[in-house]
């Protein structure tokens, strides 16, 4: 059974919970109502299987007809909002015309918003397209079937400057989508994509943009570059003998450098050391005031010491608060020339 299709009703409450949840009636003080329904929950407007749509024109003599909807909340009371639509009738309409139309994606929604670890396989919306029009008696069920694809530009085709992989799949017969392959928000942070619906049967063809906007997470741990493992890399500096090592002052040894791939806020750095790196704690703190003999720059990495040390462990972390911080570990050895 094919539905002859108007339009889409939206409201929005500003309650929250349950008391929100709108539905959509026609007036009943209003005539006509024989001729429309209208769907309570999704406000989707089609016309009515009880009178044909031919009688109310001949009825109005070709004039406008003026159809009122409520759209009621479900607080205590309810409340209710009024719209009206104006239907004018085209007499040159047959009943044998119908046209495929595109509901979703539609031109008045908001891009889609998905995290760029977003799993693959995951189901992200669902393609839809109707005909409309005067609804034929004549018209058999093969000839309402409608199919799905997607593709990269407003002819539907790829052409061999655009990447070739697909990131998204979609139902040929459902018209649901799904991730094909993995979104980075660093490499690209919007796509935009052609929804295709088309009729074998009547040959019509309906396009429409699906605009896609990817959200930035946190996904990848700092990391030392030039390291032996993915998280961590050995070092030696040296620390020539001119230098006087009693010396209250702070000698610079050199610095250490992470990286971190995450786009801005995620990939701002900070140095810390272990201080339990080493079995001989008190090599890390001068006996006689307490202070750290060996220390590294939060932001900068710089490495500046005032005393002797076989080992230290640097690590790097994000510098945000987290249940658990992201960490990779640079082991640098330090010898002293004699």
Request: hydrophobic share 35%; proline share 5%.
């Amino acid at each position: 059974m094919v539905k002859i299709f108007f339009s889409r009703f939206w409201a929005h409450d500003r309650d929250v919970g349950e008391n929100a949840r709108i539905t959509f009636q026609l007036d009943s003080e209003q005539s006509g109502n024989d001729f429309f329904q209208i769907d309570s929950k999704t406000g989707l407007l089609t016309a009515s299987d009880i009178r044909p749509l031919s009688e109310l024109y001949e009825m109005l003599g070709g004039e406008m007809f003026e159809l009122k909807v409520l759209a009621t909340d479900n607080g205590h009371p309810p409340l209710s909002s009024i719209a009206k639509v104006n239907i004018i009738f085209n007499e040159e309409t047959s009943e044998n015309i119908k046209e495929l139309k595109m509901v979703w994606p539609s031109i008045e929604d908001n891009p889609l918003e998905l995290k760029e670890d977003i799993p693959i396989g995951r189901r992200i919306g669902q393609a839809e397209a109707i005909f409309i029009g005067k609804k034929s008696k004549l018209m058999e069920k093969e000839e309402n079937e409608i199919f799905y694809k997607i593709g990269s530009n407003l002819d539907g085709n790829w052409t061999e400057n655009e990447e070739k992989e697909e990131m998204l799949r979609i139902d040929e017969k459902t018209g649901e989508i799904f991730i094909l392959k993995q979104f980075d928000y660093e490499s690209q942070e919007q796509w935009a994509f052609i929804i295709i619906a088309f009729s074998p049967k009547t040959g019509q063809t309906v396009k429409a943009l699906l605009p896609i906007k990817i959200i930035n997470v946190d996904e990848h741990l700092p990391y030392f570059p030039h390291s032996l493992s993915p998280t961590s890399s050995k070092l030696t500096i040296y620390w020539p003998d001119s230098v006087n090592i009693s010396s209250d002052g702070e000698f610079p040894l050199g610095s250490v450098e992470a990286l971190d791939e995450d786009a801005e806020p995620y990939n701002l750095i900070e140095y810390k050391i272990l201080k339990k790196c080493s079995h001989l704690s008190n090599l890390f703190v001068d006996a006689e005031n307490s202070t750290p003999l060996l220390r590294v720059d939060k932001q900068s990495g710089e490495l500046l010491a005032t005393g002797k040390f076989p080992k230290i462990i640097i690590t790097s972390s994000k510098r945000r608060t987290r249940t658990t911080t992201r960490q990779s570990r640079r082991e640098l050895s330090i010898r002293i020339n004699n």
